[in-house]
């Protein structure tokens, strides 16, 4: 059975950093993408961007390219969503997601296995 | 970008109605690659509709998907109770992969 499963809630203040994973199993890791997409309290969903863990390979959405990063360590089949300095503005619902096929910077994949999101909350 | 636009907003049906919800993109969709997501409060979104219209594994046969170019459409036959949710369509046939803004199943 194909299973993301996130980490747990974040409560942080304005300023410090982030780093929240999404752990994939029943599947071979290396061989999907693994995307992140955000939900704002209310919102609908934004995608984030997308990383291939066999190679490393990123995709970003302009409107978070610099503002978020993301990276993947194959040995243990984690994926990750990192801030170096959170805003405010980053209060949402981050969800993790496995790509069904390929994507490059021109077309990609819908997400046919979702993470049950992690709950990030910004406050001083 | 591609821009997508969904209607209506909310749309109020009883159990058993059929229910159809669109998706207009700005720009034409690459290769019909398009995708429909339902998602329940408090749950993450369940891929219902890929390609426009292949049914992703497990999904029933009353959600079925079809359109091409900028005018995509997903379809309930018969709604159950199960099926009051919000439905959101993602193209990914052009960068950027954006999601639109939903469409909410209310009963009414």
């Known amino acids: 059975e194909v299973q993301l499963v996130q980490s747990g809630a974040e409560v942080k203040k304005p300023g410090e950093s982030l780093k929240i994973s999404c752990k994939g199993s029943g599947y071979s890791f290396t061989n999907y993408w693994i995307g992140w997409v955000r939900q704002m309290p209310g919102k609908g969903l934004e995608w984030m961007g997308i990383i291939y863990p066999g190679d490393s390979d990123t995709i970003y959405s302009p409107s978070f390219q610099g503002q978020v990063t993301i990276s993947a360590d194959k040995s243990i089949s984690t994926a990750y969503l990192q801030w170096s300095s959170l805003k405010a503005s980053d209060i949402a619902m981050y969800y993790c997601?496995?790509?069904?096929?390929?994507?490059?910077?021109?077309?990609?994949?819908?997400?046919?296995?979702w993470g049950q999101g992690t709950l990030v909350t910004v406050s001083s | 970008e591609i821009v997508l636009t969904q209607s209506p907003g909310t749309l109020s049906l009883s159990p058993g109605e059929r229910a159809t919800l669109s998706c207009r993109a700005s720009?034409?969709?690459?290769?019909?690659?398009l995708a429909w997501y339902q998602q329940k409060p408090g749950q993450a979104p369940r891929l219902l509709i890929y390609?426009?219209?292949s049914r992703a594994t497990g999904i029933p046969d009353r959600f079925s998907g079809s359109g091409s170019g900028t005018d995509f459409t997903l379809t309930i036959g018969r709604l159950e109770p199960d099926d009051f949710a919000v439905y959101y369509c993602?193209?990914?046939?052009?960068?950027?992969?954006?999601f639109g803004p939903g469409t909410k199943v209310e009963i009414k």
């Open positions: 997601a496995r790509a069904r096929g390929y994507c490059s910077s021109t077309s990609c994949s819908s997400f046919d296995f």
């Open positions: 390609d426009a219209s």
């Open positions: 720009q034409s969709v690459s290769s019909s690659y």
């Open positions: 993602q193209q990914y046939g052009s960068s950027q992969f954006t």
